[in-house]
Nanobody, 124 residues
Framework: QAPLLESGGGLVQAGGSLRLSCVHS????????MAWFRQAPGKERDFVAA????????IYADSVKGRFTISRDDANNTIYLQMNSLEPEHTAVYYC?????????????????WGQGTQVTVSS
């Protein structure tokens, strides 16, 4: 079983919203930082947002501040990414990732566990 499983992607019109979910199979992930990254066609994988382990601290890429919200429900081994006011430039495969540490990080190399990704397509 994959350690991380994303869902919630799909096709949405510009201005719409989506909520992505990432269910993890390891209760130990509740105490580590987790994050969302995205990768558009032909581009590198970029940081979107992260949430600290066992706490509420979060960080966001400047491009999504005020538009996206990351949260976690440790009772259900799930993290979320609420995405509002979506635009075509948000089209990408969105990946969930987990660190081995509590602290926040914004670089993909700092995350050890990855999901398979979920496609988000925003039409104009």
């Amino acid at each position: 079983q994959a350690p991380l499983l994303e869902s919630g992607g799909g096709l949405v019109q510009a201005g719409g919203s989506l909520r992505l979910s990432c269910v993890h199979s390891e209760t130990s992930f509740n105490s580590v930082a987790m994050a969302w990254f995205r990768q558009a066609p032909g581009k590198e994988r970029d940081f979107v947002a992260a949430i600290r382990g066992s706490g509420g601290s979060t960080i966001y890429a400047d491009s999504v501040k005020g538009r996206f919200t990351i949260s976690r429900d440790d009772a259900n081994n799930t993290i979320y990414l609420q995405m509002n006011s979506l635009e075509p430039e948000h089209t990408a495969v969105y990946y969930c990732a987990a660190r081995e540490y509590v602290g926040l990080a914004m670089k993909s190399r700092d995350y050890v566990f990855w999901g398979q990704g979920t496609q988000v397509t925003v039409s104009s």
